[in-house]
């Protein structure tokens, strides 16, 4: 599976961004989708996770609350809604997708066979 990323951009504090990343592929729903970020000269970290049919989702704590993963398997596509961002969310945002037929979420990075190609948030104060 192709996975494209897109939506980042240079906000304000406060306000918000929804990314996508779309899918190639026929079999999009039989995966596990996850959104990982890297900030500059720090690692890459796990943000929020789906499973294949979106019944369940998993947030690292500093965007529980303002941070929203979801998807539409109709449309290959899985979304982070952002809101009420923060200079500290500013990042190069990945997508990622790992095969899964467990109705489960995973955020560690080394699960994930494909990744995007990044997409680049920038929160200023």
């Known amino acids: 599976v192709q996975l494209q990323a897109s939506g980042g951009g240079l906000v304000q504090a406060g306000g918000s961004l929804r990314l996508s990343c779309a899918a190639s592929g026929r079999t999009f729903s039989r995966y596990a989708m996850g959104w990982f970020r890297q900030a500059p000269g720090k690692e890459r970290e796990f943000v929020a996770a789906?499973?294949?049919?979106?019944?369940?989702?998993n947030y690292v704590d500093s965007v529980k609350g303002r941070f929203t993963i979801s998807r539409d398997n109709a449309k290959n596509t899985v979304y982070l809604q952002m809101n009420s961002l923060k200079p500290e969310d500013t990042a190069v945002y990945y997508c990622?997708?790992?095969?899964?037929?467990?109705?489960?979420?995973?955020?560690?990075?080394?699960?994930?066979?494909?990744w995007g190609q990044g997409t680049e948030v920038t929160v200023s104060s």
């Open positions: 990622a997708a790992q095969r899964s037929a467990a109705e489960a979420t995973y955020s560690g990075g080394y699960y994930y066979s494909y």
């Open positions: 789906i499973s294949w049919s979106g019944g369940r989702t």
